[in-house]
């Protein structure tokens, strides 16, 4: 089986890390405040620059400040390196697929792979600047995609592969019949083993 699975906000807890950044950032150099997430509705996967209401400059100029430094520090989610682990026991190959993306100034794919080893997180192949995931999906004959990007998640559900949507906040509510929504690692880990 192989397995393709997305790395922001679906193995690592990059929005409880980024988010109070981007909040600090915009008070400092936006001089204003950010909106309460409680007060949006399901935004999907572009969520700083909508929660903050930056124009495409103060999106630059955030991900500039502290793309490296999120990527680095990051946490992974409860469980995820366990069950990814279980996974590969079983005999599933995991393809990392995520649209981090390399710069002039820095590599993600470096960075990346670097955190992914302290944090012991084994995988069969990771792919970034993965911006079409579904064709990623369909070139790597994915039979299972987890991601917490809804818009990811149709897209691939469209190329009839099984697709899970594991809960965020930025994801509530939003639903389609061909997205499996999951709560947790473990979660996963028992709607795969039936």
């Given at each position: 089986?192989?397995?393709?699975?997305?790395?922001?906000?679906?193995?690592?807890?990059?929005?409880?890390?980024?988010y109070?950044?981007?909040?600090?950032?915009?008070?400092?150099?936006?001089?204003?405040?950010?909106?309460?997430?409680?007060?949006l509705?399901?935004?999907?996967?572009?969520?700083?620059?909508?929660?903050?209401?930056?124009?495409?400059?103060?999106?630059?100029?955030?991900w500039?400040?502290?793309y490296?430094?999120?990527?680095?520090?990051?946490?992974?989610?409860?469980?995820?390196?366990?069950?990814?682990?279980?996974?590969?026991?079983?005999g599933?190959?995991?393809?990392?697929?995520?649209?981090?993306?390399?710069?002039?100034?820095?590599?993600?794919y470096?960075?990346?792979?670097?955190?992914?080893?302290?944090?012991?997180v084994?995988?069969?192949?990771?792919?970034i600047?993965?911006?079409?995931k579904?064709?990623?999906?369909?070139?790597?004959?994915?039979?299972?995609?987890?991601?917490?990007?809804?818009?990811?998640?149709?897209?691939?559900?469209?190329?009839?592969?099984?697709?899970?949507?594991i809960?965020?906040?930025?994801?509530?509510?939003?639903?389609?019949?061909?997205?499996?929504?999951?709560?947790?690692?473990?979660?996963?880990?028992?709607?795969l083993?039936?």
């Amino acid at each position: 089986m192989n397995i393709g699975i997305d790395i922001d906000d679906t193995i690592t807890q990059t929005f409880e890390y980024s988010y109070p950044l981007s909040k600090e950032y915009t008070k400092k150099y936006c001089n204003r405040d950010s909106k309460n997430i409680e007060d949006l509705a399901s935004v999907n996967h572009y969520y700083l620059k909508i929660i903050n209401d930056w124009n495409t400059e103060e999106e630059l100029d955030f991900w500039d400040k502290n793309y490296k430094r999120i990527i680095q520090n990051v946490k992974i989610k409860e469980d995820a390196k366990r069950v990814i682990d279980k996974l590969r026991e079983d005999g599933a190959k995991i393809y990392l697929i995520t649209a981090r993306m390399k710069t002039e100034s820095f590599d993600a794919y470096e960075e990346t792979r670097k955190w992914l080893k302290i944090n012991e997180v084994e995988y069969d192949e990771l792919i970034i600047d993965a911006v079409n995931k579904n064709q990623i999906a369909k070139n790597k004959n994915i039979d299972i995609f987890i991601d917490d990007s809804f818009e990811n998640c149709m897209s691939v559900a469209n190329e009839g592969i099984k697709t899970f949507i594991i809960e965020t906040e930025i994801n509530k509510g939003l639903e389609n019949e061909n997205i499996n929504r999951v709560y947790s690692w473990n979660e996963i880990y028992e709607k795969l083993k039936v």
